[in-house]
């Protein structure tokens, strides 16, 4: 266990708190006018699941529990879970549904992923910044409409729904970002 200041807690750290881990979902930083600057935690509970919400002042200790955070392949799943195995090793890993929770479409089989163990438990994934989908379904091309920051509807080839830009087609491959589903560009290939 490591003691961190609460105001270097960023997602994805896991914290010590009372004897039970936490994945922290999101840590902001508040400084009011007055008064003390606290920093507001949303952590899951590892064990269950249980969401949390703390705050605590900027300057007080949190301890960090020790975590690796490995490559792993994506191997397939089944009724058990997501398996991944590690490159180096080959030791296979099983990861709930509750882990990978809305990044399940995103899984592609033999993607490497950044996955977060304790104590040889997956705790949390972490997937490439940006991946590139097919457009399988979105409106046609109005003729006579500028490419202003009119965004249109579209369904990506995984499933995931996300907005683009105008002259973006059907069969169309685009970069999105995996944290919000997010157009970033056409793809270059």
């Known amino acids: 266990m490591v003691k ?3 105001s270097s807690v960023r997602k994805g750290n896991v914290l010590d708190v009372d004897g039970k881990l936490y994945v922290v979902l999101t840590a902001q930083n508040f400084h009011p006018g007055k008064g003390t600057p606290v920093t507001q935690v949303d952590m899951r509970r590892i064990s269950d699941g249980v969401k949390v ?3 605590y002042r900027t300057t007080e200790q949190v301890e960090r529990a020790y975590v690796e955070d490995r490559p792993h392949s994506f191997l397939y799943e089944d009724g058990e879970g997501f398996h991944f195995m590690n490159p180096e090793s080959y030791d296979q890993l099983v990861v709930t549904e509750d882990i990978v929770g809305d990044l399940k479409p995103y899984l592609q089989e033999g993607m490497t992923v950044t996955l977060s163990v304790h104590e040889g438990n997956a705790i949390a994934i972490e997937l490439p910044a940006r991946m590139t ?8 091309v109005t003729k006579g409409q500028t490419a202003s920051s009119s965004y249109k509807p579209a369904v990506l080839s995984n499933g995931v729904r996300t907005a683009v830009p105008p002259h973006i087609e059907v069969g169309t491959r685009i970069v999105i970002m995996t944290e919000d589903a997010s157009y970033v560009e056409r793809a270059k290939d």
């Open 4 to 6: 961190v200041i609460a």
């Open 53 to 55: 919400s703390e705050r």
């Open 133 to 140: 989908f097919e457009v399988v379904e979105t409106e046609p």
